[in-house]
């Protein structure tokens, strides 16, 4: 049998903890039996949470953590003195090689920050960047950043683009994948400073599929697969993803309710419509992965359910298979020599 | 009776040019006795358009221009070659008082360089920025900028925001605008070295309504009437607006089209949200205002047809009447001494 997958999961982090994350491991070891979880939380109420569950007990193990960091809580200062918290004993166990990856929906400022202090970044990365997968019409692509490294600069946005291809064509299976970087036109020479510094670099970099600029209005039409830009733009592109998606659903039924024809019409239409717009939700695709580290860092939405969890403890399975870092340790070396 | 307002229109800028221009232009003056449109472009084919229409011929007037600037010209040569142009010529009739406003549904690049070399900036203004109306769950917000001028300052916003909020409480009539800074997070500490610069500029601006940070998912919900940011992340908001709004919108249809019975919930359905959907229509609100120039300059859709040109005339209506101009002037002003 081959080696299990060790993940810690941060058993107190996010708004359904700990009953979702604790509900979402039991899911993924029952799914699968190539990983063993790490539940890391306040001892007695994770036991009585899994004390619902039938599994297999040597698949989840308990690691008591006496703390809990909140959402708000100014994210360095909350990982230097809380050495307790669930959120740094999870880190720590990826840190000292007991576990290969991490999952937690708890602050995301904390995770990113922890991920870079205490898992530390791969020897030549320069910024780890958190990468998403965002739902396209055409699948799904990778946005690359959407982390905490603001006013970046062009080298980082180089190394994004070989991380996420590393990402795309070994965790996805999508082979050579398109690079766009993001810029408000088609054509070389527009942007601001950072893109135009960027766009040669990408140009003549051998070992990427580089296709060239994207607009945002063509991300969600799936014209490329991994979508580089700079931590502020790829914040806003996410939270245009919700706040557009959110507010014209909400239009759309509200349109169906406005007469009794279109409530008739509402009720025939709604199985359909439902199934179709799962397929471009965003928490579907489980955690968006902090590429770079020595070990796998994910950061799930802080309102994930146990499926969300499941996905995002699976995804690490691949990724830990796949030697997606020594993947990323290659492609970052050969850019130095 | 008061002076009619005097609008110069770019008749062969867009894509249905002349035909869409030439009948806007018309619907326009047939609406308001209040206007008058310079049609400059081809005298012919202009004067052929022209032809099937009824209308107060003392309303509109043909000005002849020779040349078209395409969309794809680079602007700063077009603009300096292309003097018989119609844009060339339109921005020119504001230039030398003749008109009051200027609307083109031509090159946005040309529109824009044009507007600071042929119309000028206003005394005080560092940089004119393009600000669109976009749709928003309670009406539509002011998103400036959204133009050319990528890598601002924050002496910059802070004046987006000053003009943005003349824009929004005298033209929208929207009484005492709220004033927000797009940002990648609620907190004032948040962001990039521009942001965390203009916060406090904003905080302290006494003749605004600075209500705080807002993050891109919050701007369709309406949390704000004027969203102040510099130009590559506006440009970014917009097109995320068109770009997911167009893919949702084709799922939505795709889902009704997927079993029988679904079909017959789409056919009820269709009026209503038809209906429902006009009202989150980028296109509805007709051109962007290019502010603080000495007149007005509107620049819509490269699509645009004969409703969002009339719309767009009529707005520099508003626009003159309520010598927006003149209150940018003592806002900018206030703001040196």
């Known amino acids: 049998m081959a080696e299990l997958v060790k993940v810690a999961v941060d058993a107190m982090g996010g708004d359904n903890a700990p009953v979702e994350i604790v509900k979402g491991a039991v899911e993924a070891v029952n799914e699968s039996s190539h990983v063993k979880v790490f539940l890391v939380g306040g001892e007695e109420v994770v036991n009585t949470e899994l004390a619902k569950y039938t599994y297999n007990k040597e698949q989840i193990e308990v690691v008591n953590a006496s703390e809990v960091i909140a959402t708000a809580e100014p994210p ?21 090689g007991t576990c290969d990856a991490y999952v937690s929906a708890g602050s ?37 950043d959407c982390g905490a490294n603001v006013d970046a600069r062009s080298s980082h946005l180089v190394q994004f683009a070989k991380m996420g291809s590393v990402y795309m064509e070994h965790v996805m299976g999508i082979k050579n994948p398109k690079v766009a970087l993001v810029n408000i036109g088609a054509e070389e020479d527009k942007g601001n400073a950072l893109v135009k510094e960027t766009y040669p670099l990408l140009k003549n970099c051998p070992d990427i599929n580089f296709v060239g600029n994207i607009e945002a209005r063509d991300i969600p039409a799936g014209n490329a697969d991994v979508i580089v ?15 557009v998606g959110g507010t014209l659903i909400k239009k759309v039924k509200a349109g169906m309710m406005t007469s009794l024809r279109s409530k008739i019409g509402a009720f025939l239409v709604k199985p359909a419509l439902k199934e179709t717009l799962k397929a471009f939700d965003l928490e579907q695709y489980g955690g968006a992965p902090m590429l770079g580290l020595n070990g796998l860092v994910v950061k799930t939405h802080g309102s994930s359910k146990a499926v969300e969890i499941k996905n995002s403890i699976l995804q690490c399975i691949t990724f830990t298979e796949q030697s997606i870092n020594e993947k990323i340790k290659e492609k970052i070396t050969m850019e130095e020599s």
Not at 76 to 96: G, N, P, Q, T, W
Not at 108 to 114: E, F, M, N, P, Q
Not at 115 to 136: D, F, K, M, N, S
């Open 76 to 96: 360095v200062m909350a990982i230097r003195k809380k050495k307790d918290s669930s959120l740094v004993k999870a880190l720590y166990l990826v840190k000292d």
């Open 108 to 144: 995301t400022g904390a995770t990113l920050v922890g991920g870079q202090l205490i898992v530390g970044r791969i020897r030549g990365v320069e910024r780890p960047p958190l990468a998403p997968l965002i739902p396209t019409e055409k699948g799904c692509a990778l946005l690359i």
């Open 229 to 243: 830009c700079e931590a502020f733009v790829g914040n806003v592109i996410l939270k245009m993803y919700e706040g």
